[in-house]
Protein backbone atom coordinates (compact mmCIF):
# COMPACT_ATOMS: atom_id res chain seq x y z
CA UNK A 1 0.00 0.00 0.00
CA UNK A 2 1.12 3.26 -0.82
CA UNK A 3 1.64 5.39 1.44
CA UNK A 4 -0.07 9.31 1.78
CA UNK A 5 2.50 11.89 0.33
CA UNK A 6 1.08 14.53 -1.21
CA UNK A 7 3.68 15.75 -3.07
CA UNK A 8 4.38 12.59 -4.94
CA UNK A 9 0.67 12.22 -5.64
CA UNK A 10 0.12 15.73 -7.18
CA UNK A 11 3.68 14.77 -9.43
CA UNK A 12 0.85 11.60 -10.73
CA UNK A 13 -0.97 14.55 -12.06
CA UNK A 14 0.78 16.34 -14.66
CA UNK A 15 -2.32 18.91 -15.67
CA UNK A 16 -1.78 20.56 -11.83
CA UNK A 17 1.73 21.55 -12.59
CA UNK A 18 0.71 24.85 -14.88
CA UNK A 19 0.28 28.49 -14.48
CA UNK A 20 -3.47 29.56 -15.78
CA UNK A 21 -3.44 33.51 -15.99
CA UNK A 22 -0.01 33.87 -15.26
CA UNK A 23 -1.09 32.38 -11.81
CA UNK A 24 0.08 28.56 -10.63
CA UNK A 25 -3.48 26.51 -11.30
CA UNK A 26 -5.45 26.05 -7.96
CA UNK A 27 -7.74 23.13 -9.60
CA UNK A 28 -11.11 23.21 -7.45
CA UNK A 29 -13.83 21.87 -9.53
CA UNK A 30 -12.81 18.52 -8.96
CA UNK A 31 -17.31 17.92 -8.70
CA UNK A 32 -17.45 18.63 -12.37
CA UNK A 33 -14.48 16.25 -13.60
CA UNK A 34 -11.14 15.46 -12.06
CA UNK A 35 -7.79 15.08 -13.45
CA UNK A 36 -6.16 12.51 -14.80
CA UNK A 37 -2.89 10.89 -13.34
CA UNK A 38 -0.33 10.04 -15.62
CA UNK A 39 -0.88 6.41 -15.51
CA UNK A 40 -4.70 6.77 -16.74
CA UNK A 41 -3.48 8.84 -19.55
CA UNK A 42 -0.07 6.25 -20.40
CA UNK A 43 -3.19 3.77 -20.56
CA UNK A 44 -5.11 5.26 -23.48
CA UNK A 45 -1.89 6.02 -24.98
CA UNK A 46 -0.79 2.42 -24.73
CA UNK A 47 -3.71 1.20 -25.96
CA UNK A 48 -3.64 3.00 -29.21
CA UNK A 49 -0.39 2.35 -29.69
CA UNK A 50 0.05 -0.98 -29.29
CA UNK A 51 -3.52 -3.12 -29.06
CA UNK A 52 -6.16 -0.95 -30.88
CA UNK A 53 -8.63 -3.10 -32.44
CA UNK A 54 -11.84 -3.85 -32.17
CA UNK A 55 -13.83 -6.02 -29.15
CA UNK A 56 -15.21 -9.40 -29.11
CA UNK A 57 -14.70 -10.33 -33.10
CA UNK A 58 -11.56 -12.34 -32.24
CA UNK A 59 -10.41 -12.46 -35.48
CA UNK A 60 -6.99 -11.42 -34.81
CA UNK A 61 -4.06 -11.29 -32.11
CA UNK A 62 -4.37 -7.65 -31.22
CA UNK A 63 -8.44 -8.01 -30.96
CA UNK A 64 -8.06 -10.50 -28.46
CA UNK A 65 -5.52 -8.45 -26.84
CA UNK A 66 -8.33 -5.66 -26.89
CA UNK A 67 -11.21 -7.84 -25.76
CA UNK A 68 -9.30 -9.33 -22.82
CA UNK A 69 -8.08 -6.14 -21.42
CA UNK A 70 -11.56 -4.70 -22.23
CA UNK A 71 -12.85 -7.12 -20.51
CA UNK A 72 -10.33 -7.28 -17.54
CA UNK A 73 -11.34 -3.78 -17.08
CA UNK A 74 -15.05 -5.06 -16.00
CA UNK A 75 -13.71 -7.09 -13.85
CA UNK A 76 -11.56 -3.91 -11.98
CA UNK A 77 -14.92 -2.29 -12.05
CA UNK A 78 -16.97 -4.86 -10.52
CA UNK A 79 -14.17 -5.59 -7.62
CA UNK A 80 -14.34 -1.48 -7.30
CA UNK A 81 -18.09 -1.47 -6.00
CA UNK A 82 -18.04 -5.32 -5.14
CA UNK A 83 -20.90 -6.16 -7.54
CA UNK A 84 -21.53 -9.86 -7.29
CA UNK A 85 -20.43 -10.37 -10.97
CA UNK A 86 -19.30 -8.62 -13.98
CA UNK A 87 -22.49 -9.69 -15.62
CA UNK A 88 -23.93 -6.77 -13.57
CA UNK A 89 -21.42 -4.26 -15.09
CA UNK A 90 -23.16 -2.40 -18.08
CA UNK A 91 -20.41 0.22 -19.77
CA UNK A 92 -21.82 3.24 -20.71
CA UNK A 93 -20.97 7.20 -21.26
CA UNK A 94 -21.80 8.13 -18.04
CA UNK A 95 -24.06 8.05 -15.27
CA UNK A 96 -26.43 10.40 -17.52
CA UNK A 97 -26.32 7.31 -19.95
CA UNK A 98 -26.59 4.86 -17.23
CA UNK A 99 -29.51 6.52 -15.43
CA UNK A 100 -31.47 6.80 -18.93
CA UNK A 101 -30.81 3.35 -19.34
CA UNK A 102 -32.87 1.99 -16.45
CA UNK A 103 -35.25 4.94 -17.12
CA UNK A 104 -35.74 3.83 -20.49
CA UNK A 105 -35.27 0.00 -19.94
CA UNK A 106 -37.15 -0.63 -16.28
CA UNK A 107 -39.25 2.73 -16.34
CA UNK A 108 -41.06 2.78 -19.64
CA UNK A 109 -41.53 -1.26 -19.15
CA UNK A 110 -42.80 -2.05 -16.00
CA UNK A 111 -44.26 1.36 -14.63
CA UNK A 112 -48.06 2.10 -15.26
CA UNK A 113 -50.53 4.65 -14.44
CA UNK A 114 -50.69 5.14 -10.32
CA UNK A 115 -47.44 4.11 -9.64
CA UNK A 116 -45.05 6.38 -7.75
CA UNK A 117 -41.64 7.02 -8.65
CA UNK A 118 -39.74 8.79 -5.55
CA UNK A 119 -36.66 11.49 -6.09
CA UNK A 120 -35.50 14.04 -3.68
CA UNK A 121 -35.06 17.76 -4.24
CA UNK A 122 -31.18 18.21 -4.59
CA UNK A 123 -31.21 15.84 -7.84
CA UNK A 124 -28.81 16.54 -10.55
CA UNK A 125 -30.64 16.87 -13.75
CA UNK A 126 -30.08 13.84 -15.07
CA UNK A 127 -31.94 11.95 -12.58
CA UNK A 128 -35.05 14.31 -12.88
CA UNK A 129 -35.56 14.78 -16.78
CA UNK A 130 -35.54 11.15 -17.21
CA UNK A 131 -37.94 10.16 -14.58
CA UNK A 132 -39.96 13.40 -15.71
CA UNK A 133 -39.88 11.39 -19.30
CA UNK A 134 -41.10 7.96 -17.80
CA UNK A 135 -43.60 9.72 -15.95
CA UNK A 136 -45.12 10.84 -19.00
CA UNK A 137 -44.53 8.17 -21.04
CA UNK A 138 -46.43 6.00 -18.49
CA UNK A 139 -48.64 7.45 -16.40
CA UNK A 140 -47.10 7.44 -13.31
CA UNK A 141 -46.39 9.95 -10.92
CA UNK A 142 -43.14 11.73 -9.89
CA UNK A 143 -42.92 12.61 -6.28
CA UNK A 144 -40.07 14.47 -4.72
CA UNK A 145 -38.61 14.31 -1.15
CA UNK A 146 -38.50 17.86 0.37
CA UNK A 147 -34.62 18.74 1.26
CA UNK A 148 -34.42 21.18 4.45
CA UNK A 149 -32.80 24.31 4.84
CA UNK A 150 -29.97 22.47 5.73
CA UNK A 151 -29.38 20.52 2.18
CA UNK A 152 -30.80 17.23 4.07
CA UNK A 153 -33.66 14.85 3.30
CA UNK A 154 -36.86 15.23 5.10
CA UNK A 155 -36.81 11.56 6.09
CA UNK A 156 -40.36 11.95 7.72
CA UNK A 157 -41.76 12.96 4.56
CA UNK A 158 -39.59 10.80 2.62
CA UNK A 159 -41.50 8.06 4.61
CA UNK A 160 -45.34 10.12 4.32
CA UNK A 161 -44.36 9.36 0.72
CA UNK A 162 -43.71 5.63 0.82
CA UNK A 163 -46.83 3.51 0.18
CA UNK A 164 -47.94 0.34 -2.18
CA UNK A 165 -47.92 2.71 -5.45
CA UNK A 166 -43.72 3.44 -4.85
CA UNK A 167 -41.79 1.62 -7.73
CA UNK A 168 -39.00 3.11 -7.80
CA UNK A 169 -36.64 5.64 -5.56
CA UNK A 170 -34.05 7.44 -7.31
CA UNK A 171 -31.40 8.96 -5.36
CA UNK A 172 -28.37 11.12 -5.51
CA UNK A 173 -26.01 9.15 -3.25
CA UNK A 174 -23.52 12.51 -2.60
CA UNK A 175 -24.99 15.93 -4.12
CA UNK A 176 -22.88 17.75 -6.26
CA UNK A 177 -24.52 21.08 -5.22
CA UNK A 178 -24.29 20.99 -1.86
CA UNK A 179 -22.26 18.25 -0.87
CA UNK A 180 -24.74 16.65 1.56
CA UNK A 181 -24.14 12.73 1.64
CA UNK A 182 -27.28 10.82 2.01
CA UNK A 183 -28.55 8.32 4.08
CA UNK A 184 -28.94 5.72 1.25
CA UNK A 185 -28.89 2.75 3.38
CA UNK A 186 -31.86 3.54 5.57
CA UNK A 187 -33.62 4.64 1.84
CA UNK A 188 -32.86 1.60 0.63
CA UNK A 189 -34.34 -0.42 3.57
CA UNK A 190 -37.52 1.40 3.39
CA UNK A 191 -38.10 1.63 -0.61
CA UNK A 192 -37.46 -2.29 -0.28
CA UNK A 193 -39.67 -2.53 2.73
CA UNK A 194 -42.48 -0.57 0.74
CA UNK A 195 -41.45 -2.98 -2.70
CA UNK A 196 -39.62 -0.86 -4.77
CA UNK A 197 -36.40 -0.58 -6.75
CA UNK A 198 -33.69 1.43 -5.87
CA UNK A 199 -31.27 3.33 -8.27
CA UNK A 200 -28.33 5.56 -6.84
CA UNK A 201 -26.81 8.40 -8.81
CA UNK A 202 -23.17 7.57 -7.61
CA UNK A 203 -20.84 10.23 -9.52
CA UNK A 204 -20.30 12.41 -6.20
CA UNK A 205 -19.56 8.81 -4.12
CA UNK A 206 -17.33 7.13 -5.77
CA UNK A 207 -14.65 9.65 -6.27
CA UNK A 208 -14.52 9.87 -2.60
CA UNK A 209 -14.83 6.54 -0.95
CA UNK A 210 -15.31 2.70 -1.50
CA UNK A 211 -18.82 2.30 -2.77
CA UNK A 212 -20.02 -1.41 -1.91
CA UNK A 213 -22.97 -2.06 -3.83
CA UNK A 214 -23.96 -5.53 -2.23
CA UNK A 215 -23.53 -4.10 1.10
CA UNK A 216 -25.72 -1.27 0.37
CA UNK A 217 -28.10 -3.54 -1.50
CA UNK A 218 -29.17 -0.76 -4.12
CA UNK A 219 -30.31 -2.49 -7.00
CA UNK A 220 -28.83 -0.15 -9.39
CA UNK A 221 -26.03 1.91 -9.59
CA UNK A 222 -24.90 4.81 -12.30
CA UNK A 223 -21.18 6.65 -11.77
CA UNK A 224 -19.02 8.26 -14.58
CA UNK A 225 -15.26 7.07 -15.25
CA UNK A 226 -14.38 11.10 -15.94
CA UNK A 227 -15.34 11.81 -11.94
CA UNK A 228 -12.93 8.84 -10.34
CA UNK A 229 -9.87 10.20 -12.41
CA UNK A 230 -10.42 7.99 -15.19
CA UNK A 231 -11.17 9.43 -18.96
CA UNK A 232 -14.66 11.11 -19.89
CA UNK A 233 -17.22 9.00 -21.97
CA UNK A 234 -17.22 5.77 -20.30
CA UNK A 235 -19.49 4.92 -17.20
CA UNK A 236 -20.80 2.56 -15.82
CA UNK A 237 -24.55 1.10 -14.99
CA UNK A 238 -24.34 -1.62 -11.87
CA UNK A 239 -27.56 -3.38 -11.89
CA UNK A 240 -28.33 -6.72 -9.92
CA UNK A 241 -28.59 -9.56 -12.92
CA UNK A 242 -32.13 -10.58 -11.83
CA UNK A 243 -33.36 -6.99 -12.71
CA UNK A 244 -31.07 -6.73 -15.70
CA UNK A 245 -32.15 -10.08 -17.16
CA UNK A 246 -35.96 -9.12 -17.32
CA UNK A 247 -35.55 -5.44 -18.98
CA UNK A 248 -35.79 -5.26 -22.74
CA UNK A 249 -32.83 -3.65 -24.41
CA UNK A 250 -31.48 -0.02 -24.26
CA UNK A 251 -30.18 0.56 -27.72
CA UNK A 252 -29.97 -1.70 -30.43
CA UNK A 253 -27.64 -2.61 -33.29
CA UNK A 254 -24.28 -4.80 -33.15
CA UNK A 255 -22.83 -6.78 -29.95
CA UNK A 256 -26.42 -6.86 -28.30
CA UNK A 257 -27.78 -9.60 -30.21
CA UNK A 258 -26.96 -13.05 -30.77
CA UNK A 259 -28.82 -14.16 -33.92
CA UNK A 260 -30.12 -12.23 -36.03
CA UNK A 261 -33.11 -12.91 -38.86
CA UNK A 262 -35.85 -11.25 -40.39
CA UNK A 263 -38.82 -13.44 -38.93
CA UNK A 264 -36.99 -11.91 -35.36
CA UNK A 265 -34.15 -11.44 -33.36
CA UNK A 266 -32.62 -12.68 -30.31
CA UNK A 267 -30.59 -10.67 -27.76
CA UNK A 268 -27.16 -11.41 -26.10
CA UNK A 269 -26.52 -12.27 -22.32
CA UNK A 270 -25.73 -9.96 -20.27
CA UNK A 271 -23.89 -7.90 -20.41
CA UNK A 272 -23.88 -7.11 -23.35
CA UNK A 273 -27.65 -7.17 -23.87
CA UNK A 274 -26.76 -3.52 -23.53
CA UNK A 275 -23.96 -2.48 -25.12
CA UNK A 276 -25.09 -1.74 -28.46
CA UNK A 277 -22.27 -0.98 -30.88
CA UNK A 278 -18.38 -0.49 -30.40
CA UNK A 279 -18.01 0.38 -27.06
CA UNK A 280 -15.56 2.65 -25.31
CA UNK A 281 -12.86 0.31 -25.08
CA UNK A 282 -10.50 2.99 -24.75
CA UNK A 283 -12.34 4.59 -21.93
CA UNK A 284 -13.17 1.10 -20.05
CA UNK A 285 -9.17 0.81 -20.17
CA UNK A 286 -8.47 3.77 -18.73
CA UNK A 287 -11.17 3.91 -16.12
CA UNK A 288 -9.45 0.29 -15.19
CA UNK A 289 -5.84 2.36 -14.92
CA UNK A 290 -7.93 4.92 -12.41
CA UNK A 291 -9.16 1.76 -10.67
CA UNK A 292 -5.33 0.40 -9.88
CA UNK A 293 -3.80 4.16 -9.28
CA UNK A 294 -6.62 4.57 -6.63
CA UNK A 295 -6.06 0.76 -5.14
CA UNK A 296 -2.84 1.76 -4.30
CA UNK A 297 -4.01 3.89 -1.81
CA UNK A 298 -5.53 3.32 1.62
CA UNK A 299 -9.10 5.24 0.03
CA UNK A 300 -9.91 6.07 4.34
CA UNK A 301 -6.54 8.05 4.32
CA UNK A 302 -7.30 9.82 0.79
CA UNK A 303 -10.68 10.55 1.93
CA UNK A 304 -9.69 11.85 5.30
CA UNK A 305 -7.34 14.39 3.34
CA UNK A 306 -10.43 15.76 1.39
CA UNK A 307 -12.15 16.06 4.83
CA UNK A 308 -9.24 18.04 6.62
CA UNK A 309 -9.50 20.58 3.38
CA UNK A 310 -13.49 20.51 3.61
CA UNK A 311 -13.33 21.35 7.67
CA UNK A 312 -9.98 23.95 7.44
CA UNK A 313 -12.54 25.52 4.46
CA UNK A 314 -15.71 25.55 6.70
CA UNK A 315 -13.87 27.16 9.75
CA UNK A 316 -12.57 30.32 7.07
CA UNK A 317 -16.06 30.70 5.75
CA UNK A 318 -17.53 30.39 8.80
CA UNK A 319 -15.49 33.64 10.49
CA UNK A 320 -16.34 35.69 7.26
CA UNK A 321 -20.04 37.65 7.79
CA UNK A 322 -20.17 37.85 3.62
CA UNK A 323 -19.71 34.17 2.87
CA UNK A 324 -22.91 32.65 2.82
CA UNK A 325 -22.75 28.61 2.64
CA UNK A 326 -25.28 26.68 0.89
CA UNK A 327 -25.72 23.24 1.83
CA UNK A 328 -25.15 23.17 5.89
CA UNK A 329 -25.43 19.22 6.28
CA UNK A 330 -23.75 17.52 9.06
CA UNK A 331 -22.78 14.63 7.01
CA UNK A 332 -20.98 16.60 3.89
CA UNK A 333 -18.53 15.41 1.66
CA UNK A 334 -15.52 17.63 0.22
CA UNK A 335 -17.81 20.04 -1.55
CA UNK A 336 -18.18 24.25 -0.54
CA UNK A 337 -21.06 25.78 -2.54
CA UNK A 338 -21.13 29.22 -1.45
CA UNK A 339 -22.52 33.12 -1.88
CA UNK A 340 -20.72 36.19 -1.99
CA UNK A 341 -23.07 38.71 0.14
CA UNK A 342 -24.29 41.14 -2.64
CA UNK A 343 -22.24 39.79 -5.96
CA UNK A 344 -23.13 36.73 -7.90
CA UNK A 345 -21.80 33.64 -8.55
CA UNK A 346 -20.28 34.38 -12.12
CA UNK A 347 -18.53 37.44 -10.99
CA UNK A 348 -16.91 36.04 -8.20
CA UNK A 349 -15.86 32.69 -10.73
CA UNK A 350 -14.47 35.15 -13.13
CA UNK A 351 -12.06 37.18 -10.34
CA UNK A 352 -11.04 33.99 -9.29
CA UNK A 353 -9.89 32.45 -12.67
CA UNK A 354 -8.08 35.53 -13.39
CA UNK A 355 -5.87 34.50 -10.38
CA UNK A 356 -5.43 30.99 -11.17
CA UNK A 357 -8.29 29.27 -9.63
CA UNK A 358 -10.61 26.90 -10.98
CA UNK A 359 -14.05 26.65 -9.40
CA UNK A 360 -17.44 25.93 -10.83
CA UNK A 361 -20.17 28.67 -10.76
CA UNK A 362 -23.99 28.16 -11.45
CA UNK A 363 -27.16 26.19 -11.10
CA UNK A 364 -24.53 23.18 -11.57
CA UNK A 365 -27.00 21.26 -13.17
CA UNK A 366 -29.82 21.26 -10.27
CA UNK A 367 -31.82 24.10 -10.63
CA UNK A 368 -34.92 22.72 -8.10
CA UNK A 369 -32.83 22.87 -5.73
CA UNK A 370 -31.40 26.41 -6.42
CA UNK A 371 -35.17 27.26 -7.05
CA UNK A 372 -35.71 26.32 -3.35
CA UNK A 373 -33.03 28.29 -1.78
CA UNK A 374 -34.18 31.17 -4.20
CA UNK A 375 -30.71 31.79 -5.32
CA UNK A 376 -29.23 31.87 -9.06
CA UNK A 377 -26.80 29.52 -8.79
CA UNK A 378 -23.47 29.22 -6.61
CA UNK A 379 -19.69 29.46 -6.33
CA UNK A 380 -18.45 25.37 -5.88
CA UNK A 381 -14.78 24.86 -4.81
CA UNK A 382 -14.57 21.02 -4.74
CA UNK A 383 -11.71 18.98 -3.37
CA UNK A 384 -9.91 15.85 -4.85
CA UNK A 385 -7.09 14.34 -2.93
CA UNK A 386 -4.41 16.24 -4.75
CA UNK A 387 -5.65 19.20 -3.08
CA UNK A 388 -3.74 21.44 -0.84
CA UNK A 389 -4.40 23.30 2.72
CA UNK A 390 -1.72 25.72 1.04
CA UNK A 391 -4.08 25.83 -2.05
CA UNK A 392 -7.02 26.56 0.14
CA UNK A 393 -5.33 29.33 1.68
CA UNK A 394 -4.60 30.40 -2.03
CA UNK A 395 -8.81 30.01 -2.62
CA UNK A 396 -9.14 32.66 0.22
CA UNK A 397 -6.29 34.92 -0.52
CA UNK A 398 -8.44 35.15 -4.48
CA UNK A 399 -11.45 35.31 -2.58
CA UNK A 400 -10.08 38.33 -0.47
CA UNK A 401 -9.00 40.23 -3.67
CA UNK A 402 -11.92 39.92 -5.37
CA UNK A 403 -14.39 40.99 -2.67
CA UNK A 404 -12.01 44.35 -3.39
CA UNK A 405 -13.56 44.75 -6.67
CA UNK A 406 -16.96 43.32 -5.93
CA UNK A 407 -17.83 44.47 -2.65
N1 LIG B 1 -25.25 13.15 -11.09
C1 LIG B 1 -24.44 13.91 -10.36
C2 LIG B 1 -24.65 14.00 -8.88
C3 LIG B 1 -23.40 14.60 -10.97
O1 LIG B 1 -22.58 15.37 -10.24
C4 LIG B 1 -23.22 14.49 -12.37
C5 LIG B 1 -22.12 15.26 -13.07
N2 LIG B 1 -22.06 16.61 -12.74
C6 LIG B 1 -24.09 13.67 -13.07
C7 LIG B 1 -25.09 13.02 -12.41
C8 LIG B 1 -23.96 13.50 -14.54
O2 LIG B 1 -22.77 12.87 -14.84
P1 LIG B 1 -22.25 12.77 -16.35
O3 LIG B 1 -22.32 14.17 -16.90
O4 LIG B 1 -20.85 12.27 -16.23
O5 LIG B 1 -23.14 11.84 -17.07
Same mark, same amino acid.
Given at each position: ??????DA?????PI???? #?KG??????D??A?? %???Q?V?D??S??Y???N??????A?????L???????? $??S? %??????????????? $??T????????H?Y???????GD????S???????IV????V??Q?G???K????TD? /???E?A????LL?D????V???? !????????????T???KA???????L??G *?Q????????V? +???C????FS??KVY @?????G #???G??????K?????S???MI?K #??????TF??L?Y?F?A???????????A????????F????? /??H?????TA????? *? /????????? $? *?A?????????L????PH??G????????? !??T @???? /??P???????? @?? #?????????????V????T?? +????????
Amino acid at each position: MRSFDIDAIRADFPILHQE #VKGKPLVYLDNAATT %QKPQAVIDALSRYYSTINSNVHRGAHTLSDLATREFEEA $RHSV %QRFINARSSNEIIWT $RGTTESINLVAHSYGRAFLKPGDDIIISAMEHHSNIVPWQLVAQQTGANLKVIPVTDN /AELEMAAFDALLSDNTKLVSLVH !VSNALGTINPVKTVIEKAHRAGAVVLLDG *AQATPHWSVDVQ +ELGCDFYAFSGHKVY @GPTGIG #VLYGKAELLDKMQPYQSGGEMIEK #VSFDGTTFNALPYKFEAGTPNIAGAIGLAAAIEYLNQFDRQQL /ANHEHSLLTATLERA *A /ADPTIKLIG $R *AADKAGVFSFLLEGTHPHDLGTLLDQQGVA !VRT @GHHC /AMPIMDQYAIP @GT #VRASFAFYNTLEEVDRFFTAL +EKSKTFLL
